[in-house]
């Protein structure tokens, strides 16, 4: 290992788009002296339409993009990608590897009182089930009401958060949920906690929302306390963005998300990400989908 400190690598980090930065600023509110290196698959974006078999290669794709540049511990920070393919990340590198499916679901079957929990998510992590096998095996007496909601990651990449239009659409997706009883919600997609206010509103404030990005953060940090992990406060840190395609996009998007600009944008090139998977898969024999 060409570093002396395992704990001063940074954290990597990706997502199908800009959505993962949702997690990304939980984590730096939460870890501010970690360094962090993020990539956005904005070139391919969204997953949450595609077949678990697409979602699976361009998952190991970006995760041999990652670790080749040396980090510390690798986060899924897709919801999409971490329900159908964080088994497959987890046994293909040997650095460890965190999905964001767990904690919200601990989250969720610790919050309900009437053992109803409802999920909503992309179409691939609704059809995958992820998100009410982990509540179920948490707590097999929990109820799990899922639901897809396809149009919220288009409103929030246009910047429509909580207005009248939002709010129609929003209880268009979720009255048949508000009728089912839950008193929890999972916000099970990175791009929903900025639609809170609006779920909130439609939702009424007898129900919790739990937002996935906060309990990753909340996760990785006692991951990195126990492990001995965590960046000493006095060194310098760097956060890095790689994107797949239109830096300016996800810059300009990526304000919205981080509350406040992002440099060092690098973009590269979905070829180069290809070459690494296969670079990876010939190597040690593993990865293949
Ligand atoms: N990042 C995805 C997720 O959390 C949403 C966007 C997409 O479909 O790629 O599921």
Redesign the pocket.
Same mark, same amino acid.
């Given at each position: 290992m060409k570093f002396k400190n395992m704990a001063d690598l940074p954290i990597g980090i990706f997502?199908?788009?800009v959505?993962?930065l949702t997690v990304l600023k939980e984590i730096h509110a939460r870890l501010p002296a970690e360094s962090t290196i993020y990539l956005g698959d904005t070139a391919r974006?969204?997953?949450?339409?595609r077949s678990a078999e697409t979602v699976i290669k361009y998952s190991l794709e970006n995760s041999s993009f990652l670790v080749e540049k040396g980090i510390k511990l690798l986060i899924i920070?897709?919801? =999409?990608?971490s329900?159908v393919s964080l088994d497959i990340i987890r046994n293909t590198f040997k650095i460890p590897v965190l999905g964001?499916i767990d904690p919200g679901a601990k989250a969720a079957a610790l919050a309900t009182k009437n053992s109803r929990v409802g999920v909503i998510? =992309?179409e691939? =992590?609704i059809k995958s089930g992820a998100y009410g096998r982990t509540i179920r095996r948490i707590n097999p007496g929990i109820s799990v009401i899922e639901r897809s909601c396809p149009l919220f990651?288009p409103l929030v990449e246009e910047g429509w958060l909580d207005d009248e239009v939002v709010e129609l659409i929003v209880r268009r997706y979720l009255t048949q949920m508000k009728l089912s009883n839950i008193d929890t919600l999972v916000l099970?997609? =990175?791009?929903y906690p900025l639609l809170k206010k609006v779920i909130k509103k439609v939702m009424g404030d007898d129900v919790v929302l739990i937002d996935s990005a906060i309990e990753k953060a909340k996760n990785v940090s006692n991951i990195l306390t126990s492990s001995g992990l965590l960046k000493p406060l006095d060194t310098p840190i760097s956060r890095k963005y790689y994107v797949t395609d239109a830096p300016e996009r996800f810059q300009e998007i990526g304000k919205r998300f981080m509350l406040e600009a992002l440099d060092d944008i690098t973009k590269i090139e979905i070829a180069s990400l290809e070459e690494k998977a296969v670079a990876l898969k010939k190597a040690c024999g593993c990865g293949g989908v």
């Open positions: 997502d199908s788009g959505g993962g974006v969204p997953y949450g339409i920070a897709c919801n =999409t990608a329900a964001v998510g =992309t691939a =992590t990651v099970g997609c =990175t791009h």
